[in-house]
C-alpha cells in the first residue's frame, strides 16, 4: 500500500511540473533551447519588458489585445512553438481575463513588428490630408467659370502662336527663281552637303528652288548674272560683280531678309549714267565753236603794212 501510494503521489506530481499557461510555455521553450530573454527579444524585434510581461501573462501591462496576441505569436515562432496554438491560448485567456471585458479591439496584427510606427501613421494622415485639401482647391476652381478678362487673354495667347506661325510658314510658301541674266555657273545645296543644282546656267535659264529644300546655299563667282525672286519680289543681288560668293542662304525668308531697296538705288544710279554723258558731249562742241577775243585778234590784223610810194623830182614839178 506504500509503494502504491508513493507511485499515485509521483504520478500526479508530474502534471504539476508541467506548464499550463502560455508565457509558462514559452519560457520553457526558451529555457530549453539555453535562449535568454534578450535574444528572443533580438529575434522578436519586441521589447525586453513587453516579453517579460508575456511570460507573466500579465496581459494588461500590454498596449492591448491584439498586441498581446502578435507577441505571443512572435514569441512561440522564435522558439519553435505551435504560434497557432499559443495564440489561440493567449486569446482565450484575454478574453476571460478583466482585460477582454474591459478593452475589446478586433484588429489583430499577424505580426507585431509589421505595425506601423506612430510616426509614420501620422505622416501617412498628413499626406492623406494634404491631397484631399488639394482635390478640393483644384475642384472648386475646375467648377468656377471663367471671367471675361480670362476668356479674352486666352483668346489672345491662342492667337499669337497662329499668327507667328503663319508669319514664318508664309514666306517659305513662296518659290525662289533663279534667272541667268547671262551664262553663269552656280552650285545651290542643302545644309546636308546635297547639290541641289550644279553646273551652267545659260541666259534665260531658270531654277526653281525645291520647296523641302532644308537651309540651302548657293556658290558663284558671278553672282550680277543672276536675277533672284521670291514670289513676285526681286531681291538685292547676293554679291558683288565678279566677286565669289560662297554659303550664302538662298531660302525664302532669308532672301526675303536682305530686301529689295539695296537693288533700287543701283538701279537708278545705272538709268542715270547714260543721260549725263550726252549732255556733256553736246557741251563740248559749243565751247569748241565759240571762239574767244584773243582768238579772233589776231586773224583780223594784217600781217604787215604795204610800204608808202616815194616822191620824185619830175612828179613834183610838173
Excluded at 513587453?50 to 489585445?65: C, F, K, S, T
Excluded at 482635390?135 to 472648386?140: D, E, G, K, P
Excluded at 553672282?223 to 525664302?252: C, E, F, H, N
Excluded at 530686301?259 to 558731249?281: L, M, N, V, Y
Amino acid at each position: 500500500m506504500a509503494d502504491e501510494t508513493e507511485l499515485d503521489t509521483g504520478a500526479d506530481s508530474a502534471p504539476e511540473m508541467q506548464p499550463d499557461t502560455p508565457g509558462a510555455k514559452l519560457r520553457a521553450a526558451r529555457e530549453a533551447l539555453g535562449l535568454s530573454l534578450a535574444e528572443v527579444a533580438t529575434r522578436t524585434r519586441i521589447a525586453l519588458r513587453q516579453l517579460e510581461a508575456v511570460e507573466r501573462d500579465d496581459y494588461a501591462a500590454l498596449p492591448g489585445i491584439p498586441y498581446a496576441v502578435g507577441f505571443a505569436r512572435a514569441y512561440a515562432r522564435a522558439v519553435d512553438l505551435d504560434e497557432v496554438a499559443i495564440a489561440a491560448e493567449v486569446r482565450q485567456a484575454v478574453h476571460s481575463s478583466d482585460m477582454g471585458a474591459n478593452r475589446y479591439e478586433a484588429f489583430e496584427p499577424v505580426d507585431p513588428a509589421r505595425v506601423p510606427s506612430r510616426t509614420l501613421a501620422w505622416t501617412a494622415a498628413i499626406i492623406v490630408l494634404v491631397l484631399i485639401a488639394g482635390y478640393t482647391l483644384w475642384r472648386s476652381q475646375s467648377l468656377t467659370p471663367p471671367t471675361g478678362e480670362e476668356i479674352a487673354q486666352e483668346q489672345a495667347k491662342a492667337k499669337a502662336p497662329a499668327a507667328a506661325s503663319a508669319a514664318r510658314v508664309a514666306p517659305a510658301a513662296q518659290p525662289v527663281v533663279f534667272t541667268a541674266i547671262d551664262d553663269v555657273w552656280l552650285r545651290i545645296y542643302d545644309e546636308a552637303g546635297e547639290r541641289l543644282k550644279d553646273g551652267l546656267l545659260k541666259k534665260g535659264e531658270a531654277f526653281t528652288l525645291p520647296t523641302g529644300a532644308r537651309n540651302p546655299m548657293i556658290l558663284t563667282g558671278r553672282p550680277q548674272s543672276l536675277s533672284v525672286t521670291v514670289g513676285s519680289k526681286v531681291v538685292a543681288p547676293l554679291g558683288a560683280p565678279d566677286r565669289t560668293i560662297a554659303d550664302v542662304p538662298v531660302s525664302a525668308e532669308a532672301l526675303l531678309a536682305r530686301g529689295t531697296a539695296a537693288a533700287a538705288p543701283a538701279a537708278a544710279a545705272s538709268s542715270a549714267t547714260p543721260s549725263s554723258r550726252p549732255a556733256q558731249r553736246r557741251a563740248t562742241p559749243r565751247q569748241t565753236t565759240s571762239p574767244s577775243a584773243g582768238d579772233v585778234a589776231p586773224a583780223a590784223a594784217p600781217a604787215s603794212a604795204p610800204p608808202a610810194p616815194a616822191a620824185s623830182g619830175d612828179g613834183t614839178g610838173g
